[in-house]
């Protein structure tokens, strides 16, 4: 059984740094093919990609936030971490970890708000 | 970056009509479309991949078509557990965006 859990602060300040975890079983960070990503929903608007790491360790982030993330893995904890800089209340969204195979999201965790505010 | 456009963004239809939900790409993606449907308060659920492969257990009143640029999904007979928002992702880039959403009301 494949199951994706999100794990991080509820409330962050602007201009912080956001850390968010997401831990994983049912599969392996190690297997080739497999990515776990990032992506996020502000309340009531669109889901929005942030970032994507895959078996090989290979990266990929949304233009528009690129050079506010990092994405990075620990596949012997089955775990892969996200990081935001210098956040602000436009980030505040649920954010979802996934299980990237083949050319799509096919497993999703539950999610965890965060909210940006002074 | 490729951009996705959906349309329309809601709609409201009765209980065993067909809808059709309908996916622009700004340029050609193939066959790289994936659709995913999202309940109120719950993760996306990927329901159909690579513009019309059904995933395993989505029931068959789903379906998905076209390549190129223009995308549909369809449901063939409206079920009141289909309210629900869907939204289309291009998976020509690995980290491909989604659609704007479409929101899927029972009439």
């Known amino acids: 059984q494949i199951t994706l859990k999100e794990s991080g602060p509820t409330l962050v300040k602007p201009t912080q740094t956001l850390t968010l975890t997401c831990t994983f079983s049912?599969?392996?960070?190690?297997?080739?093919?497999?990515?776990v990503g990032w992506i996020r929903q502000p309340p009531g608007k669109a889901l929005e990609r942030l970032a994507l790491?895959?078996?090989?360790?290979?990266?990929r982030y949304s233009p528009s936030l690129k050079s506010r993330l990092t994405i990075s893995k620990d596949a012997s904890k089955n775990q892969v971490v996200l990081t935001m800089t210098n956040v602000d209340p436009v980030d505040t969204a649920t954010y979802y970890c996934a299980l990237h195979h083949g050319s799509y999201w096919s497993y999703w965790g539950q999610g965890t708000l965060v909210t940006v505010s002074s | 970056d490729i951009q996705m456009t959906q349309s329309p963004s809601s709609l409201s239809a009765s209980v065993g009509d067909r809808v059709t939900i309908t996916c622009r790409a700004s340029q050609t993606i193939s066959n790289y479309l994936n659709w995913y449907q999202q309940k109120s308060g719950k993760a996306p659920k990927l329901l159909i991949y690579t513009a019309s492969s059904l995933e395993s257990g989505v029931p068959s009143r789903f379906s998905g078509s076209g390549s190129g640029t223009d995308f549909t999904l369809t449901i063939s007979s409206l079920q009141p557990e289909d309210f629900a928002t869907y939204y289309c992702q291009q998976s020509y880039n690995s980290l491909g965006a989604f659609g704007q959403g479409t929101r899927v009301e029972i009439k």
């Open positions: 049912g599969f392996s960070l190690s297997t080739s093919g497999v990515g």
């Open positions: 790491i895959y078996w090989d360790d290979d990266k």
